[in-house]
């Protein structure tokens, strides 16, 4: 092994870690690929992946082919990437770091002097300098003299993973002013785009107010849709006008914020402090929003208890499988808790093994239902016909939480069609 060809074993297989893993063996490394779960290591061993990413598949077969090993334990390395998983316990109000531990644990049984450890998971900010760094040295080596200790987070989008991962800027940043040349190196070997350098706790802050950028933007063009309802505007008109000023780009509304980041990483923000926040209200506004979207439904049935409700779209957005904090779930949950008597849900996109929901297909799903929700923005729904639903549908009333409908046509043919 020499500086030349350095070995990286990835800790964490799942969203992340297993795109890295596959683009850093693609890209000429010889990488171990450590996950604790031993069903995932042996799935991935057959050739069975839990992601449905396009063309990850085929990404990940190539890298298991030139240099890509799933291994039972951490192993020795050059670099150590760790790339697991940090839920939010909103009841607890704080991030839970032992995926985090576990992860530095294994590592401080195999760090060498010279080695070089990355934190690519999401965390609040002092996460690499602090709780991390206190795990990795009780090796009795030093993260200012016998190592580097790192933070470079992703920032990709499900559905172009591979693509985000390879072409997005990348940020990276030490602990100790230690120098970023190892990391930059082994990054600028498979990313397009710039790779940017500062401290390990600016690089976690970075990430984590980027999402809280776009999840504030998210929750004002919702407030902006609940005002405009209550005016009875169309928020969606309005909106375009607004736009049409040069200093001015307000967001679609919708019917909340799905995802595994935007709704979870601007809470990591509160973590350990008191301090008034604007994201608090954010994530309470769209937290709201699949409230909204089941009073607008209510107001055009008159009363939800007794009738049959279809949910278009259980993915959190369009075109891909991914459930993670959908907002399609916490409108099934509350519908029934509101007396909906039957709830049918139906995705293009999402298998039901992954949901405590049936699934029925589109026609299914439309037989003899009194309204019918669009809430997730498949591309196949925007070519939806409204013959197609007035033929199977007992009610007329359509919610369009994307806005993907001609409103005149299906209006024309008979429908009530609300829009957020």
Not at 26 to 38: H, I, T
Not at 85 to 92: E, N, S
Not at 211 to 232: Q, S
Not at 292 to 316: N, P, Q
Request: hydrophobic share 35%; glycine share 10%; with cysteine.
């Amino acid at each position: 092994m020499t500086d030349d060809e350095p070995r990286i074993c990835v800790h964490g297989l799942g969203y992340v870690g297993l795109p890295t893993a596959a683009v850093l063996a693609n890209s000429g490394y010889e990488v171990d690929g450590f996950d604790a779960d031993p069903d995932r290591r042996t799935a991935l061993e057959e050739g069975t992946l839990e992601i449905e990413e396009p063309d990850l598949a085929r990404f990940v077969d190539r890298a298991l082919e030139d240099g890509l090993n799933i291994v039972s334990e951490p192993t020795v390395a050059d670099f150590h990437v760790i790339c697991v998983p940090t839920p939010y316990d909103k009841d607890l109000n704080r991030t839970d770091l032992s995926y985090i531990e576990a992860a530095g644990e294994a590592v401080t049984e195999r760090l060498c002097e010279g080695d070089t450890v990355i934190l690519s998971s999401t965390v609040p900010p002092g996460t690499t300098a602090g709780r991390l760094r206190e795990i990795l040295e009780r090796s009795g080596l030093s993260a200012e003299e016998d190592f580097v200790l790192g933070y470079s987070p992703e920032t990709v989008l499900p559905g172009n993973t591979l693509t985000e991962l390879r072409e997005n800027d990348r940020i990276v940043g030490t602990v100790g002013e230690q120098p970023t040349d190892r990391i930059v190196t082994l990054y600028d070997s498979f990313v397009s785009g710039d790779v940017r350098t500062a401290d390990a706790t600016t690089a976690e802050f970075v990430k984590l107010i980027q999402n809280a950028y776009r999840d504030t933007n998210i929750a004002f063009a919702n407030e902006v849709a609940k005002l405009a309802h209550d005016f009875g505007i169309d928020s969606r008109k309005a909106i375009a006008r607004a736009n049409e000023h040069p200093r001015v780009e307000i967001l679609r509304p919708g019917p909340g914020v799905g995802g595994h980041c935007i709704p979870i990483d601007p809470l990591f923000l509160t973590h350990g402090n008191d301090i008034p926040m604007l994201i608090e209200t954010v994530r309470t506004v769209n937290d709201g929003m699949p409230g909204f979207v089941i009073e607008l439904l209510e107001a055009a049935l008159g009363e939800l208890e007794g009738t049959t409700v279809t949910l278009l779209g259980v993915a959190y957005k369009g075109g891909v499988s991914d459930v993670r904090e959908t907002p399609s779930l916490v409108i099934a949950e509350e519908l029934l808790e509101r007396g909906v008597g039957e709830l049918r849900l139906t995705d293009p996109y999402v298998d039901g093994d992954d949901i405590d929901y049936e699934l029925s297909s589109l026609e299914e799903g439309l037989d003899g239902s009194d309204a019918a929700v669009l809430v997730t923005d498949h591309p196949e729904y925007g070519a939806l016909s409204p013959e197609t639903f007035a033929g199977r549908m007992r009610g007329e009333v359509m919610v369009d939480t994307r806005a993907m409908l001609d409103r005149d046509r299906w209006e024309k043919a008979g429908f009530d069609v609300y829009q957020v």
